[in-house]
């Protein structure tokens, strides 16, 4: 079946027995029945789906100063990118510090949306870390992206009074990673 600039009508339902849909580059399957009311042009852009993408990303891991190291072996998470949406996951391990202090951030596949919209932009979830130091008075380490991060994923421990401290890691150190965050 070919189709042409012609518009293609199914009355009840198309079925496909064998093989794959293919939809060309720049295009996608639109699920704009209805306009949205939030939607600020009459594109209806965001009832497009033009993305799925699943892979690896190879972390690397950045400090205020000083350097980190992460294993060759497990320095990989997985991703799943559905039209805006990015979901993470996978175990990093530290091989090797030299004098780290500061903020940790951890590459990430893609860059977070970078629109500050009253905090709707930002993204986080819990990370657990195996053979690390817990700061005094640190509850649980917790993962932020921000819209001002692009695609690097912060570490900071929560305290009771909800100040956080920056986390610094060491050699030997395993943090397992998963969440969702939104991209542009």
């Known amino acids: 079946l070919t189709l042409s600039s012609t518009a293609l009508t199914v009355a009840n339902g198309l079925t496909l027995t064998d093989g794959d849909v293919t939809v060309a580059s720049g295009h996608g399957v639109t699920f704009a029945a209805t306009s949205d009311a939030s939607e600020s042009n009459t594109s209806m852009a965001s009832e497009l789906f033009d993305d799925y993408e699943e892979g690896t990303h190879d972390c690397t891991v950045t400090m205020a100063s000083g350097s980190v190291t992460l294993n060759s072996g497990y320095n990989k998470i997985k991703y799943t990118k559905v039209g805006r949406v990015v979901t993470i996951q996978g175990q990093i391990n530290v091989s090797s510090v030299s004098s780290p202090s500061g903020l940790m951030q951890i590459s990430m596949p893609f860059s977070i949306d970078t629109t500050n919209d009253e905090g709707a932009n930002i993204s986080g979830g819990t990370v657990r870390a195996y053979n690390a130091d817990v700061p005094t008075g640190g509850?649980?380490?917790?993962?932020?992206?921000?819209?001002?991060?692009?695609?690097?994923?912060?570490?900071?421990?929560?305290?009771?009074?909800?100040?956080?401290?920056?986390?610094?890691?060491?050699?030997?150190?395993?943090?397992?990673?998963?969440?969702?965050?939104?991209?542009?």
Do not use: R
């Open 139 to 184: 509850l649980y380490l917790f993962g932020t992206m921000v819209f001002n991060t692009g695609a690097n994923l912060q570490l900071e421990w929560v305290k009771a009074s909800s100040a956080t401290v920056n986390h610094v890691p060491k050699a030997n150190e395993y943090l397992i990673i998963s969440f969702s965050y939104a991209t542009a």
